[in-house]
C-alpha cells in the first residue's frame, strides 16, 4: 500500500517505521524543513527518535500534498494542540474511502473536543465513516525497536477497524479492535495527567504504596469521566485503559511521567518545558480535564491537583495533603 503518515515526531516515526517495515510505500509529513531532508539522507530522526534506522521505502517531506494525495491509508499523529491546523492543511488532499488512523492522544483546550470529534470537525463528513483511533501501552522506542507490543484500534466501522487491525498487525505488534471510541479516546488522554501524579509521587519518594493508590484511583477518576461521556467501563479496564495508564505511570520512557517526577522534585513546569523538544500531552490535558469536568459535573480529584501544581504553582507535597484529606468514602461509588 501507499500510506502517508502526518507527524513526524517519536510517535509517527516509530508508526512510519512498522508500516514500511510491512513492505508498504511509507510517505512521512514532517513539521520542521531542515528535518526530513537529513531523515531521507540519513534515514534516521535525528530530532525525535534517535539511533534508530529507518528503511529506504519510508520517505519524509514537508510537503502536505505530497504526503497525502494518492495514498491508500493516511496515519495522523500529530500533537493535540495542532492537529487541528495540521489536519485542515492535510484534508483538501485527502483522498475518498481510505482508512484514516488516528494516533494522537489528548483533549483540545479551548472547544474541550476529544480527537475524534476534531477530526470530524476538520474533516468533511464523507470522510467520517472511514475513521479510526489507535491507542494503548507502545512507546514508540519499544515500537520502533520490535518490542512486543499491543494496541487497541477503536472505530464506529467494525469493517474498517477489522482492514486496519490486518495492516499494523505484526509478529511483535498485536492490534486489537474495539467500536468504543470515547472510552479508547479517554483512556490514552486522561492516563497522561495520571502519569504526571504518578512521577511526582515518585520525585517525591512517598513510597510504592502511594504509587499504586494514585494508579488505582487514577483509574476510577477516569473511568467516572468516560462513563459520563458514554465510554463503557470494561474499556478502561483495557489496553486503552489500565494498559496505558500503568505503561505510562511506571515506566521510565515515559515524558509525562518524568515531568512529573521534576515536579516533585521541585521543578518549576517552565523550568521543565525549558529543557523538553517533546511534547508531554499531560500538561495541557489537565487544563482540559479541569474545565471539562466542571463543566459537566465529574469529580476528577488527582486531575484537578494535577491542574493546579501546573497551572497554579501548587506545591506538589500540599497536592498529596489536600488528595488524603479528602472526605472519607466508599471505594466503588460514582460511576457504577
Ligand atoms: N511518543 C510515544 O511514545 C507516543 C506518543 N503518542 C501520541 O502521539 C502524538 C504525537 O506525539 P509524538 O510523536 O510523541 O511527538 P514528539 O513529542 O516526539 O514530537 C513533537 C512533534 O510535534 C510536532 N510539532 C511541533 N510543533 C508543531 C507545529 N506547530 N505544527 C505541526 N507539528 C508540530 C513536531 O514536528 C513533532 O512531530 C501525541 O498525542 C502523543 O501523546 C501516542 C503513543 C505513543
Ligand atoms: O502514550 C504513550 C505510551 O503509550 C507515551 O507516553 P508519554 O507521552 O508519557 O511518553
Redesign the pocket.
Known sequence: MKIGVI??????TALARLLADQGHQVMMW???PTLSASINETHQNAV?LEGIDLPENLRATNDMEEAVSGKEMIVS????H?LR??MTQAAPFLPDGIPIVS????IENDSLMLVSEILEDVLAPRFHPFLCYLSGP???REVATCKPTAVTIASYNHRLAVKVQQVFSTTYFRAYTSNDVVGVEIGGALK?VIAIASGAVSGMELGLNASAGMITRGLNEITRLGVRMGANPLTLTGLAGMGDLVLTCTGGLS?NRTVGFKLGQGMTIDAILSEMN??A?GIKTSRSVHNLAAKIGVEMPISEQVYQVIYEGKDTRQAVSDLMSRPLKAELGGWM
Open positions: 507527524g513526524g515526531g517519536s510517535w509517527g514532517v513539521h520542521e525525535y499523529v500529530p500533537p493535540s495542532v491546523e495540521v494516533a494522537t492522544k489528548g507502545s512507546f514508540a497522561n515524558r517533546m511534547v500531552e
